[in-house]
């Protein structure tokens, strides 16, 4: 069975900096699909990035990114220039791209305090 | 566009009382359906999830139980509420692998959530 890890339940950064939130997988599958959601303290989970195991090129959606090393089974998100809205949890989720059911597996998550 | 729907969003509810929790999505078609719990600072475990009307799939034995009556509609219940089925549930429908989307391919999109207490 596939497993999701995020070994750090907090993690902090200053007004317009950078911060890396690591998370690494388990699975046997050469195809599937990675997400990074965020939940903000209204509990909304919203997508944030979502990366293709087939694609070698680490997704980008403004200024959240991702390290995508695949080998090392590891997808780590980076947010540049942090702003006060930032501030959530953040999930990393794993989906097989073989499954009927779209079912997401997800990380414990890890909290980000942003500090003004 | 699509757009999903979950209520109600806080429920105080007595242990043994019964529950229903209740999700719509518009805007299309045969989704796939899921629901989730999340404790409290903790991640998402799966509960339920539908690939069609009257299919679904248990992925951890608990109290509860889930239904699809309707294409769009995914109903979680409980006959008895036990004080450990506290938490905050989130419904959440995808476009079914393979089909193609404007709202993105593998994507889950989520509810705002129902918290339950159970007192």
């Known amino acids: 069975a596939q497993t999701v890890t995020q070994s750090q339940p907090e993690m902090s950064v200053q007004e317009a900096e950078t911060v890396t939130l690591s998370c690494t997988y388990d699975t046997s599958e050469s195809d599937y699909y990675l997400f990074w959601y965020k939940q903000p303290p209204s509990r909304q989970m919203i997508l944030v990035i979502r990366q293709e195991a087939y694609k070698q090129q680490n997704a980008t959606e403004n200024r959240f990114s991702v390290n995508f090393q695949k080998a090392a089974k590891s997808f780590s998100l980076k947010i540049s220039d942090s702003q006060l809205g930032d501030a959530a949890m953040y999930f990393c989720?794993?989906?097989?791209?073989?499954?009927?059911?779209?079912?997401?597996?997800f990380g414990q998550g890890t909290t980000l305090q942003v500090k003004p | 566009s699509q757009t999903i729907h979950q209520w109600p969003a806080t429920l105080v509810q007595p242990v043994g009382s019964p529950l229903s929790l209740e999700c719509t999505v518009e805007g299309t078609s045969n989704p796939n359906l899921y629901w989730y719990r999340q404790a409290a600072g903790r991640g998402l475990q799966l509960l339920f999830y539908?690939?069609?009307?009257?299919?679904i799939s248990s992925e951890v034995p608990q109290n509860l139980s889930a239904s699809r009556p309707q294409d769009r509609q995914f109903i979680l219940s409980s006959k008895k509420l036990l004080l450990s089925d506290s938490g905050f549930y989130l419904c959440?429908?995808?476009?079914?692998?393979?089909?193609?989307?404007?709202?993105?391919?593998?994507?889950?999109?989520f509810g705002a959530g129902s918290r339950l207490t159970v007192l």
């Open positions: 989720a794993y989906r097989s791209a073989g499954s009927n059911t779209g079912k997401l597996i």
């Open positions: 959440a429908w995808s476009v079914p692998p393979g089909v193609l989307s404007s709202s993105g391919a593998n994507v889950l999109t």
């Open positions: 539908s690939v069609g009307i009257g299919q």
